[in-house]
């Protein structure tokens, strides 16, 4: 169960943040044709520099805590 669970969760999961994103890009759409954006949605980039920023620092405290190097590897076996 706990198999069919997590393949469930792992295909759904793009899905699901496929059509969150399309929803917002309406929203914002919206927004922007009404000329109430607010200017920290006006700068696309930025936002995104930053979220690739934040996964880098996440993946690398992930690979900390999973690799065993004789110093970290908290979880590894």
Do not use: H, N
């Not at 393949?7 to 969150?20: E, Q, T």
């Not at 890009?25 to 919206?30: A, R, S």
């Not at 930025?46 to 620092?57: E, K, N, P």
């Amino acid at each position: 169960m706990r198999v069919v669970l997590l393949i469930l969760v792992l295909v759904l999961a793009p899905f699901c943040a496929f059509f969150l994103w399309a929803w917002a890009v309406k929203i914002k759409q919206e927004s922007k044709i009404a000329g109430t954006l607010p200017s920290w949605q006006d700068m696309p980039m930025t936002w995104l520099g930053i979220a690739g920023f934040a996964c880098a620092i996440v993946g690398f405290i992930v690979m900390f805590f999973t690799q065993d190097q004789g110093y970290g590897g908290l979880f590894a076996s």
